[in-house]
C-alpha cells in the first residue's frame, strides 16, 4: 500500500541552485497536484495535471516547472531555488477529475533554500 | 468562486473534552465537502467527507454533517485524546472541477 511517495523527503540548497522533487503514484490514479504548505499560508496549488499529458497552473506557479512523465509520475522542478521558496512540498492523486472524489497525499518533501 | 473559511486560531482543549471545528462554504451548485487531518510531520489524510446535502461523513469518532441551508460542514468529537492532536482541513470540489479548495487549517492541541 505505497500511494503516493515523494523524494527526497528532506533537502537544503544554496540560493541559485536547481533540484527536481519527485513523486509517484501506484493507484492508476489519473490526475496529480503539488502544494506548498506555509505557516499562516494553508495549501497553496502550484501546478496540477488532469490526465497524462496535461499540465495547468495553479495559484502560485511562479518559479517551479513541472514534468508529468507518465501516469504514475509527476514532478516539480525548481530552475533556481531562492528563500521565499523554503517551504513544504506535498504531492496529491486524485482517482476522477469530478467532486466525489479526495485527494491522496504523499507525506512531504521540506526545502530550506539557504 | 469557491472557497473554505475555518475558524481563526488554534484550538487548546482537554482530554475528553468536545471539539467543535466550524467550518462554511462559497460555491455554486452542490460541492463535495471534506475533512483532512495531518499529524506532526505526515501529509494530509482524509478524515471523511460528504458529497449531498444532509449527507454525514463519519470516521474515527468525527462527524461532520453538510448543511446546505448554512453553507457549513462542521467537524465534531464528542470526546478527544491526546492522540487527536493534529491540523484539521476542510475542503470543497465542486462537480467537474478537478480541484480542491482548501481552508487555512486549525491547529488542535489535546492537553493530557
Known amino acids: 500500500n505505497a500511494g503516493v511517495t515523494q523524494t527526497p523527503k528532506f533537502q537544503v540548497l544554496k540560493t541559485g541552485q536547481s533540484m527536481t522533487l519527485q513523486c509517484a503514484q501506484d493507484?492508476?490514479?489519473?490526475?496529480m497536484y503539488w502544494y506548498r504548505q506555509d505557516p499562516g499560508m494553508g495549501l497553496r496549488l502550484i501546478y496540477y495535471s488532469a490526465s497524462e499529458g496535461t499540465t495547468d497552473k495553479g495559484e502560485v506557479p511562479n518559479g517551479y516547472n513541472v514534468s508529468r512523465l507518465n501516469k504514475r509520475e509527476f514532478s516539480l522542478r525548481l530552475e533556481s531555488a531562492a528563500p521565499s521558496q523554503t517551504s513544504v512540498y506535498f504531492c496529491a492523486s486524485s482517482e476522477a477529475d469530478r467532486g466525489g472524489y479526495g485527494y491522496t497525499f504523499g507525506s512531504g518533501t521540506r526545502l530550506t533554500v539557504v | 468562486g469557491n472557497s473554505v473559511t475555518q475558524m481563526e486560531g488554534p484550538v487548546t482543549l482537554s482530554e475528553e473534552a468536545f471539539l467543535t471545528i466550524n467550518c462554511t462554504y462559497t460555491?455554486?451548485?452542490?460541492?463535495?465537502l471534506f475533512w483532512y487531518v495531518q499529524y506532526p510531520g505526515e501529509g494530509l489524510q482524509l478524515l471523511l467527507k460528504?458529497?449531498?446535502?444532509?449527507d454525514k461523513g463519519s470516521n474515527k469518532g468525527f462527524e461532520a454533517t453538510y448543511r446546505k441551508e448554512t453553507t457549513s460542514f462542521h467537524l465534531e468529537k464528542g470526546s478527544v485524546q491526546v492522540s487527536d492532536s493534529a491540523v484539521y482541513f476542510c475542503a470543497l470540489r465542486r462537480e467537474g472541477n478537478n480541484r480542491l479548495a482548501f481552508g487555512k487549517g486549525n491547529q488542535v492541541v489535546v492537553i493530557p
Open positions: 493507484m492508476n490514479h489519473n490526475s
Open positions: 460555491a455554486t451548485g452542490y460541492p463535495s
Open positions: 460528504a458529497t449531498k446535502a444532509d
